[in-house]
């Protein structure tokens, strides 16, 4: 008789969180749809039972139910029910993946890319040349590196301007911005930044971690404005810069100001890193709960086990609650400290998803840190907001065809 597989997604029940997304993935990679019981133990995955899904599971450790069909209805209805704060919603396709990285990375510099390789879910990696070259095109989902957008080299000159990798990361990314046709690096990075907003308002979903969520934001502000200083792009900055930025253009962030000392590790007033007065063993954030009837998206992007999530550092941590728009959505946040970690909205006709800090497993991650072994970590709550966000796009309906 035909039944179901649930995989369950609560803190007691599920032994590996993070392959379960892949596990998911997976299966709409086979044209199989599956439903995502979104506020239903931890947001479970109801799938129907295939012997190679169930062997699948098994062969990457993920802890499943066989369960009747009876029983899969009885959870549907319980769902269904208008007392429940619970939705069923389906997954159809297989969101094809983009991460924006520079090609020498290796996969343990970012936690997204971290993440996707320990849930087994594949990725293509691009860089400014294909973005330029309109490869957006081919996928649905796009993940920032911690990336400056600034064209300042990630204001790491005040620590590292006489250290071999950073002056050679300068030469490549002078040299890369030669070849795509700009003088300067600024210039490419805005270009960079222009194609991939058109890549969301078009319809594309955004996610971005550290420095490139407010690094992207900064150079859309400061289209057409130098901001640099001669150690970066060879001539001094424009006089009175701060007053030609026009936050009209941003994403996520408005009323800011810019750090004008060229050797702090800082872009602006948006990150909480030097203004946070919270102790290690006390920094936490809180993900927001919404009506998952009401508000699916979201209740999706906010799916765990639990509510409270360890907070981990970054050279962006966290957003300072009077620098963002209106119409963001504070998806988690540090109220004590009034800061905001994870965040969302709309542009166009696509999303994006603004999270801050560098490695949800790594307080304090620093240059030449050992990286983050996540079969240690393999129920991260924190490594969970990241693969929310990768599943989601599959949960989007198509247009109606007339």
């Not at 490139?212 to 200083?229: K, M, N, P, Q, R």
């Not at 240059?367 to 966000?389: C, Q």
């Amino acid at each position: 008789m035909a039944s179901y597989i649930l995989v369950p997604m609560d803190a007691d029940a599920q032994k590996n969180h993070l392959k379960a997304y892949g596990i998911a993935y997976w299966t709409l990679e086979r044209e199989v749809k599956i439903q995502w019981l979104l506020n239903y133990r931890g947001g479970s995955f109801l799938i129907p039972f295939h012997e190679e899904i169930k062997k699948e599971c098994s062969i990457r450790g993920v802890s499943f139910e066989v369960i009747s069909i009876t029983k899969a209805q009885s959870i549907l209805d319980d769902i269904s029910s208008p007392s429940q704060n619970m939705e069923a919603v389906v997954l159809e396709k297989a969101p094809k993946i983009a991460v924006y990285s520079p090609k020498g990375n290796l996969p343990w510099d970012d936690a997204v890319t971290m993440v996707l390789t320990f849930a087994e879910i594949p990725y293509e990696t691009i860089y400014d040349e294909e973005v330029l070259n309109d490869a957006l095109i081919k996928f649905d989902w796009l993940h920032l590196h911690h990336e400056d957008f600034t064209g300042q080299y990630g204001k790491f000159y005040g620590a590292y301007k006489a250290v071999p990798w950073y002056i050679k990361e300068k030469q490549d990314a002078e040299a890369l911005a030669l070849k795509l046709g700009y003088s300067k690096v600024s210039e490419a990075k805005l270009a960079v930044a222009l194609k991939i907003r058109d890549f969301v308002v078009g319809g594309g979903f955004m996610f971005a971690m550290c420095s490139a969520t407010d690094s992207f934001d900064i150079a859309l502000a400061a289209e057409g404005v130098d901001i640099c200083e001669a150690m970066f792009d060879g001539d001094p900055s424009e006089a009175g810069y701060q007053s030609k930025i026009d936050y009209n253009k941003t994403f996520a962030f408005i009323n800011f100001t810019l750090e004008r000392n060229p050797s702090r590790y800082e872009f602006s007033s948006i990150d909480m890193t030097d203004k946070r007065r919270i102790p290690k063993e006390t920094d936490y954030f809180t993900l927001m709960e919404y009506s998952a009837k009401w508000d699916p998206i979201p209740t999706m992007l906010t799916q765990n086990h639990t509510a409270l999530i360890k907070g981990f550092m970054g050279q962006t941590t966290s957003y300072d609650s009077q620098t963002l728009r209106p119409t963001v959505l504070v998806m988690g946040e540090n109220r004590v400290n009034g800061e905001a970690r994870y965040i969302h909205g709309v542009k166009g006709q696509g999303f994006f998803t603004f999270y801050g800090g560098h490695d949800p497993e790594d307080y304090q991650h620093r240059v030449g840190d050992p990286k983050t072994e996540l079969e240690l970590h393999p129920s991260s709550p924190g490594y969970r907001l990241i693969l929310n966000n990768v599943l989601f796009p599959a949960a989007r309906k198509k247009k109606q065809k007339t």
